[in-house]
């Protein structure tokens, strides 16, 4: 009789995937206050960059391939629609030392 490789248990994260990414990239999503302004940050990573941008804080290319962040206002007086549009991505060392 041939052996079976298959695993005989479930897997857990199967069993409680409700589909909603939302939840997960919440986690992941922090505010931060920088000189009195709030801002939302959230992780890039290098599997998830796959275009170019500029970094504000040096001026020089994020390239595809490499972890950053993305950074937005949380208290722009103009909604939320317009902060997210306004958002800029960072190197992570750069928004560390800005």
């Known amino acids: 009789m041939p052996r079976s490789n298959w695993p005989r248990r479930r897997r857990r994260a199967a069993e ?3 589909g909603d990414l939302s939840r997960l990239l919440s986690g ?3 505010s931060e206050v920088r000189r009195g302004v709030t801002w939302n940050i959230q992780p890039v990573s290098a599997a998830r960059a796959l275009k170019e941008y500029i970094c504000p804080g040096c001026g020089g290319v994020v ?3 490499n972890p950053h962040l993305v950074a937005w ?3 722009g007086v103009l909604g ?3 902060d997210l549009a306004a958002r800029r991505h960072w190197h992570s060392h ?3 030392i800005s």
Request: charged fraction near 45%; aromatic fraction near 12%.
């Open 94 to 96: 750069c928004w560390s």
């Open 28 to 30: 992941w999503k922090r």
């Open 73 to 75: 206002r949380a208290d």
């Open 16 to 18: 409680h995937d409700d």
């Open 80 to 82: 939320d629609s317009a």
């Open 63 to 65: 390239e595809p391939g």
